[in-house]
C-alpha cells in the first residue's frame, strides 16, 4: 500500500499556473506508475495525466495536452503535476494515484484507466476563475 498526500492547490486566476505535489509514503515509490485524476462537480473522475515507474514515458489526456505537465522524483518519493494556461474547465478536485503493480509496463490506454490505480490521495482542489 502506498500512502498519498496531495498539496499545491488553490485559487488562480484563467491564464495562471500551479503546481500540485503528491508525497508518497509506505512502499517504494520508484518501482509504481503514477498518476493525476480530476473530478468536477457532477462529474465522473477523468484521467489528466499518468507516468511509468521510471519516469521515462508519460500520458495526456487531449484536454491538457501542451499545457500540463507530469514528473516524478524518485528519491524524494514525490509525483508533480505543472498546470499552465489553466481555464475555467480545469476546475476540479485533483487526486494522485499509485498502481502498485511493480516495475509494469502496458499499452497506452492503460494508464489512462483509473481501474488499474489502488492507492488514491485524499485530493486537492483546483479553482480557475474567469
Known amino acids: 500500500q502506498v500512502q498519498l498526500v496531495e498539496s499545491g492547490g488553490g485559487l488562480v486566476q484563467a491564464g495562471g499556473s500551479l503546481r500540485l505535489s503528491c508525497a508518497a509514503s509506505?512502499?517504494?515509490?520508484?518501482?509504481?506508475?503514477m498518476a493525476w485524476f480530476r473530478q468536477a462537480p457532477g462529474k465522473e473522475r477523468d484521467f489528466v495525466a499518468a507516468?511509468?515507474?521510471?519516469?521515462?514515458?508519460?500520458y495526456y489526456a487531449n484536454s491538457v495536452k501542451g499545457r500540463f505537465t507530469i514528473s516524478r522524483d524518485n528519491p524524494k518519493n514525490t509525483l508533480y503535476l505543472q498546470m499552465n494556461s489553466l481555464k475555467p474547465e480545469d476546475t476540479a478536485v485533483y487526486y494522485c494515484?499509485?498502481?502498485?503493480?511493480?516495475?509494469?509496463?502496458?499499452?497506452?490506454?492503460?494508464?489512462?484507466?483509473?481501474?488499474?490505480?489502488?492507492?488514491w490521495g485524499q485530493g486537492t482542489q483546483v479553482t480557475v476563475s474567469s
Open positions: 509506505g512502499r517504494a515509490f520508484g518501482s509504481n506508475n
Open positions: 494515484a499509485a498502481d502498485l503493480r511493480r516495475y509494469y509496463s502496458s499499452g497506452s490506454d492503460y494508464y489512462s484507466d483509473k481501474d488499474n490505480y489502488d492507492d
Open positions: 507516468i511509468i515507474w521510471s519516469g521515462g514515458s508519460t
